[in-house]
Nanobody
Framework: QVQLVESGGGLVQAGGSLRLSCAAS????????MGWFRQAPGKEREFVAA???????YYADSVKGRFTISRDNALSTAYLQMNTLKPEDTAVYYC????????????????WGQGTQVTVSS
């Protein structure tokens, strides 16, 4: 099994930036897709961004141009750089791993982290 631990969440003012990290451990990681999702109170969990092993990226329309996903394969770690944050970005952010490249923007991932809170104040 794969274990995922998110870090880097916190409180930031609108227009500010945060960088989230997701460290993977436990089992083989090579070739996995890594993704970020978020869930705000009263809302469904939604796709934010994903990155393939080779570096291909996918973004939700709501974060394009503001968020950047990256990964360090040697460290088995994914990152989400969040710039120009808005109050509507407030949510618990989850890291996830998918064993195939099919359906990277869906919620059908194989492993999930516990989440990290991101709060953006007005």
């Amino acid at each position: 099994q794969v274990q995922l631990v998110e870090s880097g969440g916190g409180l930031v003012q609108a227009g500010g930036s945060l960088r989230l990290s997701c460290a993977a451990s436990g089992r083989t990681f090579v070739g996995y897709v890594m993704g970020w999702f978020r869930q705000a109170p009263g809302k469904e969990r939604e796709f934010v961004a994903a990155i393939t092993w080779s570096g291909g990226t996918y973004y939700a329309d709501s974060v394009k141009g503001r968020f950047t996903i990256s990964r360090d394969n040697a460290l088995s770690t994914a990152y989400l750089q969040m710039n120009t944050l808005k109050p509507e970005d407030t949510a618990v952010y989850y890291c996830a791993v998918k064993r195939t490249v099919m359906g990277v923007a869906t919620i059908q991932y194989d492993y999930w982290g516990q989440g990290t809170q991101v709060t953006v104040s007005s």
